[in-house]
């Protein structure tokens, strides 16, 4: 497997030469185009590895899944999709057009900014650093890695230039979506996507949503089955952002994209996958990432459908 992954890597690093690294948050700009890694992490135990697996990055819109479960378990599922729809978008990961224009006014599902910031804002705690040290914590013993911490440059780029979802989340308490001071739930929403990750956390974060909600080897029960069903669904019919549908004919995998260059994937009782590679496509998705994901799943026959 180790060397599958090794050709897999070889194979796809010319795509990077044809994508762009992320520039709207200045910080992401420094990653090296080139790189590009991958970690794969199933129920026996196994990690194979190859390329730049162990890099850091930042986990970014990866993050939305693991908010998504904890937003479920401190408010019950009703409470949160009273807020936030359950249908894909078509339009970019931060596109602001349908704001207005659904009815009744609630983003179109939580894979989006405008509904992650929804979810960030229903993750209870005392106060803000009370609610980022839950997730923190969530997070590092989804990871099975008490090292993971926030890269202060990046969360300090995007909170000084994040205007847009700015926008999104005063106009969304101005119509009642969100409650309370929206630049703290905008810190929170900044900081949980500037955590810092690496192929391997990002397979743990895999295997965890694949063993339904139970953390491997520790076998502490964090989720549950339901949930686990609910972002994995999520992540085929939203993860890629507008090019969800397109992967899922071409790969067949529940998976979400950071802008970091991260892609999550999950299959379903069997194993959990991370990506990397900053080199983007239009729509943001690791460019690179996506090859080996499709080169992975045709030979290996890993599509769920
Ligand atoms: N932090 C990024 C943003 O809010 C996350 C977007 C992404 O990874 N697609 O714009």
Same mark, same amino acid.
């Given at each position: ?14 795509l990077?030469?044809? *994508?762009?690294v ?9 990653a ?6 991958i970690?794969?992490?199933?129920l ?12 850091k990055f ?7 899944t693991v908010?998504?479960m904890?937003a ?9 999709f009273?807020?936030? *729809?359950?249908e894909?978008? *078509? ?5 602001i057009i349908?704001?207005e ?7 179109? %599902?939580?894979m989006i900014?405008?509904?992650a910031?929804?979810i960030s ?8 650093d ?6 923190l914590d ?10 993971i ?23 969304m308490?101005d119509?009642g ?7 703290d739930?905008l ?10 990750v690496?192929?391997?956390d990002?397979a ?12 491997p080897e520790?076998n502490e ?13 999520f992540?085929i019919?939203?993860g890629?952002?507008n090019g ?5 004919i ?11 260059g991260?892609i ?5 009782n069997n194993? *959990? ?11 943001g998705?690791?460019i690179g990432g996506y090859g ?8 290996? %026959?890993?599509?769920?459908?």
């Open positions: 497997m180790n060397e599958l992954l090794e050709n897999l890597v070889k194979s796809n690093k010319k990077t030469k044809k *994508g762009e992320a520039s709207y948050i200045p910080a992401l700009e420094n090296n185009k080139d790189d590009l890694g970690c794969l992490a199933d026996d135990g196994n990690f194979y590895t190859a390329g730049d697996y162990n890099k930042t986990i970014q819109s990866i993050s939305k908010t998504l904890l479920i378990m401190d408010n019950g599922e009703k409470e949160v009273k807020k936030v *729809g359950m894909p978008t *078509g339009d970019a990961f931060n596109s349908k704001l224009t659904t009815m009744p006014s609630k983003p179109l %599902n939580p900014n405008a509904g910031i929804v804002s229903l993750i209870k705690g005392k106060n803000k009370d609610k980022f040290n839950r997730l969530f997070v590092r013993k989804i990871t099975r890695n008490q090292n911490n926030i890269n202060k440059e990046v969360y300090l780029s995007e909170k000084r230039t994040g205007d847009r979802n700015r926008a999104m989340a005063y106009f308490r119509v979506i969100i409650k309370g001071d929206v630049e739930i810190d929170l929403y900044f900081k949980q996507c500037s955590l810092e690496n192929c391997v990002i743990n974060i895999g295997l965890f949503l694949a063993n339904e909600g139970v953390v520790t029960v964090l989720a549950n089955k339901y949930i686990t069903r609910l972002v994995k669904t992540m019919t939203c890629m952002y969800s549908g397109e992967f899922a071409n790969v067949g995998i529940p998976a979400k994209s950071g802008v970091g991260g999550l994937a999950s299959i379903p194993m *959990g996958i991370g990506v990397y590679g900053p080199s983007l496509d239009e729509k998705n690791s080996i994901l499709k080169e992975l799943s045709e030979e290996k %026959n890993l599509s769920i459908f």
